[in-house]
């Protein structure tokens, strides 16, 4: 069993910062990409980064120059670092991950169960 398990969301006041992780844990053989999707009360899922295994990164661009995402391939851990916050960025933040259990398995997209980040005005 695969388990994505999401931790610093909080309230913070606007041009505060929050530091969101991600640990993937269990059954795992290797992981692709990982990333970070939110969700505001109301609207779709969006996407907000993405980092592949190589450290390539992409953006949302409501997100550009605020957010930076990273990972430590070691710990199969994802961060995503938030600064500058406004009101509209509160929203349910999700960790996923592209990862396969064994050599012979195809890679597959595992969620986390979010976390809530509200910034208040």
């Known amino acids: 069993q695969v388990q994505l398990v999401e931790s610093g969301g909080g309230l913070v006041q606007a041009g505060g910062s929050l530091r969101l992780s991600c640990a993937a844990s269990?059954?795992?053989?290797?992981?692709?990409?990982m990333g970070w999707y939110r969700q505001a009360p109301g609207k779709q899922r969006e996407l907000v980064a993405v980092?592949?295994?190589?450290?390539?990164?992409n953006y949302a661009d409501s997100v550009k120059g605020r957010f930076t995402i990273s990972r430590d391939n070691a710990k199969n851990t994802v961060f995503l670092q938030m600064n500058s916050l406004k009101p509209e960025d509160t929203a349910v933040y999700y960790c996923?991950?592209?990862?396969?259990?064994?050599?012979?398995?195809?890679?597959?997209?595992?969620w986390g169960r979010g976390t809530q980040v509200t910034v208040s005005s």
């Open positions: 980092i592949t295994r190589g450290s390539t990164t």
């Open positions: 996923n991950a592209v990862m396969r259990k064994s050599s012979d398995s195809a890679y597959a997209s595992y």
């Open positions: 269990g059954s795992i053989f290797s992981i692709n990409a």
